[in-house]
């Protein structure tokens, strides 16, 4: 280790699978490769400097990220960030002026990537310097094809002269860990915290392409190391001020950060931005979903019952198929409804959370029929107000051309879908052949 490097067992670790030896290993590889360049760049040539200097945008990147996911105090951290960002931007740069190949590439925040995201709401949230966005806006790539529309409202609540785009492409790469945040900041805000509280309670499953899982075990025995938090979600809720105590418990919030940016950087900063505004953008609703045609698909069994409970959203329906496969019969839905919830085509909360079925009925009437479901304020609340809610929204759909299709599980915890009514009795028989138990809302949401 270098002289400036911590012991790890003196920190308290933030990542809530990670171990010392983990973290060590990689800060170990992490000095190696600083190492080799420090004492080799003036002796190779330039078309190995420029190696160098590409190779180092994202490593420096990711060695911040896992300091703050080993335990590093923001402190040191926050003094560490702004000579690792000026000596991005001076690789970048080095890369740009000297290679032809890299004048595109060579840039350390491409808006599209996951880690260069992360990495932005880690420097965004940390750094109090007064010049320090300015520093950053340099570092991101100006490149359109690389820009992505939720990524760009966010750094311009940071920035306020950044200049946004008259037009982005879909990135469906992004879009898995940004569009609920769209969705989000896109609706009233007074349902803002609701919305991003339901996107935390999926945020690990979201995760699984890039390496979380339930039980990760340590990188040298088994998984590699994960270490990753939704900083994307901690910069919406300080760019939008919004109240985070209904999910900043949840082990991958960056709750820390989000506390130093409020108390050390929002009214000194960024004083300049009006309470709760953002950028002062409104931020566009998302387009709705490409709808198949019902009565002239060809799916069969599992794949026929999940596009009929996705309504036709072609989308979500093939998620949902990636996600689970195609089996022959299905027992426990768990999984299954935990994909469905997270693309907003069911109902599936536990038995008293009666604010996450609210919510979870509310998107889900809304990808089906124009209009807003309300549901039942309460009191009573937990189980007695998610069965009023079930209920009156069993009403709600009924009269709009729906039936609601309790499914279950046996456990402690509401399941539920809405199909069209002209294919409500197909999605039963279908599901009578895949072992699934459907219940008629009147029969099981009573006292």
Not at 215 to 226: C, E, S
Not at 270 to 299: I, Q
Request: charged share 25%; hydrophobic share 40%; net charge negative.
């Amino acid at each position: 280790m270098g002289p400036d490097e911590r012991d790890m067992n003196e920190m308290s670790m933030r990542d809530p699978a990670g171990t010392a030896q983990s973290y060590e290993q990689f800060f170990e590889l992490a000095e190696l490769d600083e190492h080799l360049r420090s004492e080799n760049f003036a002796n190779v040539t330039t078309e190995r400097q420029v190696y160098f200097c590409y190779t180092s945008l994202g490593l420096t990147q990711k060695t911040l990220l896992h300091r703050y996911g080993a335990g590093e105090d923001l402190d040191t951290l926050e003094a560490r960030l702004l000579p690792h960002t000026q000596r991005m931007v001076d690789d970048a740069l080095f890369c740009r002026e000297h290679a032809e190949d890299y004048r595109r590439e060579a840039y350390p925040v491409d808006g599209t990537k996951r880690a260069n995201t992360s990495f932005a709401g880690l420097a965004l949230l940390l750094a109090g310097t007064p010049d320090y966005p300015a520093l950053f806006r340099q570092a991101i790539a100006p490149d359109s094809g690389r820009r992505a529309y939720l990524t760009d409202i966010l750094f311009k609540a940071f920035i306020p002269d950044y200049p946004l785009l008259k037009k982005y492409k879909a990135d469906k790469y992004s879009a898995v860990w940004m569009d609920p945040i769209q969705r989000a900041l896109a609706g009233p805000a007074e349902k803002r915290a609701q919305a991003l509280a339901l996107h935390m309670n999926n945020w690990c499953r979201l995760m699984r392409p890039w390496g979380w899982k339930p039980n990760l075990k340590p990188a040298w025995g088994g998984d590699n190391l994960f270490c990753d938090f939704a900083f994307e979600v901690a910069l919406a809720v300080c760019a939008y001020d919004i109240d985070d105590s209904s999910f900043n418990g949840h082990p991958y919030y960056p709750r820390d950060l989000v506390e130093h940016y409020r108390t050390r950087v929002r009214h000194t900063r960024d004083a300049w931005r009006a309470e709760g505004m953002g950028p002062g953008v409104a931020v566009a609703a998302l387009p709705a979903p490409a709808k198949a045609d019902l009565a002239k698909s060809r799916r069969k069994a599992v794949a026929r019952w999940v596009e009929l409970a996705c309504d036709g959203d072609a989308d979500a329906t093939e998620a949902v198929l990636d996600a689970i496969g195609k089996p022959r019969k299905i027992g426990d839905i768990g999984e299954l409804m935990d994909v469905l919830a997270e693309h907003g085509q069911a109902i599936h909360a536990d038995i008293k959370d009666d604010e996450t079925l609210a919510i979870q009925a509310g998107r889900l009437a809304e990808g089906r029929v124009p209009g807003e479901f309300d549901a039942p304020p309460g009191p009573p609340f937990g189980p007695a107000r998610c069965r009023a809610t079930l209920l009156a929204f069993a009403g709600w759909l009924d009269a709009r051309g729906y039936r609601l299709v309790d499914l279950d599980n046996q456990d402690d915890a509401w399941h539920a879908v809405a199909v069209k009514a002209a294919y409500h009795a197909e999605f039963i028989e279908l599901g009578t052949g895949l072992h699934l138990t459907a219940r008629a809302p009147a029969d099981v949401y009573h006292d």
